[in-house]
């Protein structure tokens, strides 16, 4: 027998008829007609080449062998149940759930991280799997092989749902001892500087793509491949990069940098997350899409 071509239901009949020893209370159980629920006994006794249950006088009884697995198939029974009931519901504080999200090291350093001091304390058991964006994402997306992408929107493709979490600015950081920055920044004195630029795939970076299809004109020194190097690039230096204002804050804490507003116009970043569309009604993913809403609003 194949189990590809087992119905699960009969698992259900099996378990249900060996209790009852009785195929009309049986189907009445089991809100079948007693046709049906004989139909299902015969296929039981075809599935596991044994009588199940046999007529003994005005009474049925289990073979041996129905008996020795009666235990075993009542405890799938129950366990498949229980797998159901859990894909119906979410009990954050209970689920040992793992979710897959593919977010850059910025994302990661300004948002989640926040968010886990949160989810320890009301789902302590749940576990993230957090993965850098490459240029397979929208593939891996639809594969089901990532619950989430958090990424700028003009990286984002396909007909899946997206949502907003936040809009981010970019600032001007430097060492707090360079001297371009001494007299205020002018286009002249950005322009004059070496520059720390990110290089994370071969789609560039969103405001890497903005400059470039504005004529850049930086020196672009050093290239690092996470928006985290940057910031350690900086110090002791005269050189300058443009940075997430949220990452910025973050590492002005860290080291001795200068926070300052581009001389420029500079369009702001709406960073998006965006789920397969099949799993809008999930329960459990929906609560994290929650949680990362939320999280992403108390931050502004």
């Not at 004195?189 to 071969?202: D, E, P, T």
Request: with cysteine; hydrophobic share 45%.
């Amino acid at each position: 027998m194949r189990l590809d071509r087992f119905d699960l239901n009969l698992l259900v009949a099996f378990d249900v008829l060996v209790e009852e020893r009785n195929v009309t209370r049986a189907a009445k159980r089991l809100n079948l007609t007693q046709s049906a629920m004989s139909a299902a006994l015969r296929r039981l006794r075809d599935a596991f080449a044994d009588d199940i249950l046999v007529q003994h006088g005005k009474k049925m009884i289990p073979t041996a062998a129905a008996l020795s697995l009666a235990p075993e198939i009542a405890a799938m029974v129950g366990d498949l149940r229980a797998l159901i009931a859990r894909g119906l519901t979410f009990n954050p504080a209970e689920s040992q759930r793992s979710f897959r999200i593919v977010a850059s090291d910025y994302v990661t350093t300004v948002l989640i991280g926040p968010l886990v001091q949160h989810l320890q304390r009301i789902a302590p058991h749940i576990r993230l799997e957090i993965t850098l964006p490459r240029n397979d994402i929208q593939a891996r997306l639809e594969d089901g092989d990532i619950d989430l992408i958090i990424s700028p929107d003009r990286f984002l493709g396909g007909p899946h749902p997206r949502v907003t979490l936040f809009e981010e600015r970019y600032v001007v950081v430097g060492w707090s001892g360079n001297p371009l920055l001494q007299k205020g920044l002018t286009e002249d004195v950005y322009h004059q500087a070496g520059h720390v630029a990110v290089s994370v795939s071969r789609d560039g970076t969103f405001i890497d793509n903005h400059l470039r299809d504005h004529g850049d004109r930086r020196r672009i020194e050093i290239v690092c491949a996470a928006f985290n190097q940057v910031a350690w690039l900086l110090p002791g230096t005269t050189r300058l990069a443009l940075m997430h204002e949220r990452l910025a804050t973050v590492m002005a804490k860290a080291l001795p940098l200068r926070i300052m507003q581009p001389p420029m116009a500079l369009p702001v970043m709406c960073e998006m997350m965006q789920y397969h569309e099949a799993r809008g009604a999930d329960p459990g993913l929906s609560w994290l899409r929650h949680q990362l809403v939320d999280a992403a609003q108390s931050a502004d």
